[in-house]
């Protein structure tokens, strides 16, 4: 299993709809949590980090479930501009590295 | 504007040859990894470094080396190029060492 697991898509959603993704991960002693976007061919940007509280920016919802160990990224009002691969970044507690999940790819569609 | 850059951006190479990546940071980061890119993978993790002269191998080290002599400069060197190795390589380079980490703009490698 690996240790950071996404769904790969692609989304195709409507411009407008909402939309979410999650994210499982296999580490409980994960602490650090965080949601990248990569455009196709560009370098990886962060979109937000997780907390434990959840948190919004603007259209973008991250939500932590320690329990069931997944995050998940709700997109609500989609623009085309949304279109991108979002990652999932999930930390490894033991020796600080961060693990990357293999991206969902989102298509908004006029 | 504090940058991480990467060059080449586009390197095509023969089997058994040596290359080296560079990569350069002016945010003044003690820690810089490199990455590898491949489709159906997340991105994974060559080498990293928290500061000069700290180098460490990660999840994907055999055939790749780095050193580290400064704050801003971490290349990556490919001993002997291997048809295996073509692949997009990130430098990034993060404050915190599990904190938000910043891209270069990636170097796509072909290995013929």
């Known amino acids: 299993r690996k240790e950071v697991e996404q769904d790969p898509g692609p989304f195709n959603v409507p411009e407008g709809a909402t939309v979410a993704f999650n994210c499982t991960y296999s580490n409980s002693a994960s602490q650090s949590f965080f949601w990248y976007r990569q455009d196709c061919r560009k370098e990886p940007k962060l979109l937000m980090s997780?907390?434990?509280?959840?948190n919004e920016d603007g259209r973008f919802t991250a939500q932590l479930n320690r329990a069931s160990q997944y995050i998940s990224l709700l997109i609500r009002d989609s623009k085309l501009s949304d279109s991108a691969t979002y990652l999932c970044?999930?930390?490894?507690?033991?020796?600080?590295?961060?693990?990357w999940g293999a991206g969902t790819k989102l298509i908004i569609k006029p | 504007d504090a940058e991480i850059t990467q060059s080449p951006r586009h390197k095509i190479t023969e089997t058994g040859r040596q290359v080296t990546l560079a990569c350069h940071q002016t945010w003044n980061h003690n820690n810089m990894f490199w990455y590898r890119q491949d489709l159906g993978h997340g991105l994974r993790l060559i080498h990293y470094?928290?500061?000069?002269?700290?180098?460490n191998k990660g999840e994907v080290s055999d055939g790749y080396s780095v050193s580290r002599s400064n704050t801003e400069d971490l290349p990556l060197t490919l001993e002997s190029a291997a048809s295996s190795q073509t692949s997009v390589y990130f430098c990034?380079?993060?404050?915190?060492?599990?904190?938000?980490?910043?891209f270069g703009p990636g170097t796509r490698l072909t290995v013929l």
């Open positions: 990034a380079s993060s404050e915190d060492r599990e904190g938000e980490q910043f």
């Open positions: 970044v999930v930390n490894r507690r033991s020796n600080y590295q961060l693990i």
């Open positions: 470094s928290y500061g000069v002269q700290d180098t």
């Open positions: 997780v907390y434990s509280s959840g």
